[in-house]
């Protein structure tokens, strides 16, 4: 252990005596659940640390590219690094972003951009309460709480003058998700009010919006101002379905033209930073091709991003969702399913090995209470539609793990009915599977009844079992 603060103590004199052109990271991680720490910087892996004895990391960034980093240990969290930083982490995994904390040169910035990312988590129920008031009201409450921050980003760059670089990304980190409030205001409003229509609102309440930068290269992949872009955009899109929608409704966000306007926007508006243009498209078109929309729509939505988004970076990994979408429409045959039981034996399930109705969910042993959470649901539907056969597919790579997950299991014919995959990635893909609410329906025949279904929204679910079973 002493070694270890030996050698950042080395590293504080000689950059002190040195024009600095590196910095360091490291600390300790409390019950660590992997062997590794990994430092990113624009989502590339940067460099990994292998924890010693005590459960300690160190990194020596040479030539070091000043600018925002994350490190990852199964959680990640922001950091800010520039050249002389010498900067120490301790955290606890029991409890990632609550018990972390930073000492040494650097850490005041870094404090307080985990400052704001916990306060904003603590005022999250607040500020959807201030979203019944009026417009005018819900400002003024979140202009103090802004004001707040503000007031305390100012008290630290008097303690100790932040860079020009640091001041960007900290004001950012306070702005963007302002911004976000904002922008989502109407529609949580209209939810928690149980208003038809979604309000229109005065230009003066929008005049946040004169301080957005589309392009900036610092925060490309900083996800509070990624996150803010997304729900801008969805707006904006809105604001274009004068015309072609009733835009006071919920369901306009499934209209292709929508999705249309928002490419649209995004390659007017994103003009200088390519990256932060490719990952928005890649938003947009994901997020329509999971919304249930015909082979034909789908189609449209495809020729119109090739247009608007011309040598996008994630082309392949779109085009194969694309794809993989298209297979898992109504009335088509099951792609092929790759399975392993609780012996170990291997299975390969397709379209001609049907005979019974089935519906098909998953989880994650790492995520309990979500199983709890969805077995729950399926014995509702078991009550109202017997028949049917209920299979649990893991999403795990451990054998001996999954088992004694499924031990677990109360109801002995849930856990009778459970398997898991031989490859992940395989699943994942071919059966778009995007989050683990996710159902699958397939009838005795093998064909897709309903592809897209989800737990928690029973509608389309409960439409394909009845009219399958009859």
Request: proline residues 2%; contains cysteine; negative net charge.
């Amino acid at each position: 252990m002493k070694y270890f603060y030996v050698t950042i103590i080395i590293a504080l004199t000689y950059s002190c005596s040195h024009s600095p052109t590196s910095a360091y990271f490291g600390g300790e991680i409390v019950n660590p659940t992997t062997d590794r720490v990994y430092l990113y910087r624009n989502n590339t892996v940067v460099d990994s640390a292998l924890l010693n004895e005590s459960n300690r990391f160190s990194f020596h960034i040479e030539n070091l590219q000043e600018g925002l980093y994350h490190f990852d240990h199964n959680e990640y969290q922001y950091i800010i690094l520039e050249k002389g930083d010498s900067l120490m982490v301790r955290l606890n995994t029991l409890d990632f972003d609550e018990s972390l904390v930073f000492t040494g040169k650097g850490a005041i910035k870094n404090n307080f951009l985990m400052d704001m990312f916990l306060i904003y988590e603590d005022e999250e129920k607040a500020v959807n309460t201030y979203s019944e008031l009026d417009a005018e009201d819900f400002m003024a409450k979140i202009d103090s709480l802004r004001a707040m921050k503000q007031e305390l980003l100012e008290d630290i760059n008097q303690q100790e003058s932040l860079s020009p670089l640091t001041k960007h990304i900290a004001q950012s980190a306070i702005n963007y998700r302002y911004f976000t409030d904002m922008e989502e205001y109407p529609f949580i409003h209209r939810r928690r009010t149980g208003k038809q229509h979604i309000e229109e609102l005065s230009d003066q309440f929008y005049t946040f919006r004169e301080n957005i930068s589309y392009n900036d290269s610092l925060l490309t992949y900083y996800s509070p101002y990624f996150n803010y872009l997304i729900t801008h955009f969805n707006n904006l899109a809105l604001g274009f379905c004068e015309k072609d929608c009733d835009k006071r409704t919920p369901s306009y966000r499934r209209s292709t033209h929508y999705s249309l306007h928002k490419l649209e926007l995004i390659d007017s508006l994103v003009t200088e930073n390519k990256t932060i243009r490719d990952n928005l498209t890649r938003n947009a078109a994901f997020s329509y091709l999971l919304a249930r929309h015909s082979p034909q729509e789908n189609a449209e939505f495809m020729k119109a991003f090739k247009r608007y988004s011309k040598d996008n970076q994630h082309q392949e990994e779109i085009d194969s969702f694309y794809k993989n979408v298209q297979q898992m429409q109504q009335g088509l045959a099951i792609p092929t399913m790759h399975l392993i039981t609780n012996t170990g034996e291997k299975l390969t399930i397709t379209s001609e090995n049907y005979n019974r109705n089935t519906v098909y969910y998953f989880w994650n042993y790492h995520q309990r209470n979500h199983l709890s959470n969805i077995l729950t649901r399926i014995n509702r539907l078991k009550e109202k539609y017997p028949d049917v056969n209920y299979i649990g597919i893991n999403v795990n790579d451990d054998q001996a793990q999954w088992l004694q997950n499924v031990a677990s299991i109360k109801n002995e014919e849930d856990a009778k009915n459970q398997y898991r995959t031989d490859n992940v990635e395989e699943l994942l893909s071919n059966f778009v599977i995007k989050n683990l609410n996710k159902i699958i329906v397939v009838d005795q025949e093998g064909k897709i009844a309903e592809g897209f279904a989800n737990i928690y929204y029973t509608g389309h679910l409960e439409k394909s079992l009845q009219s399958i079973n009859n």
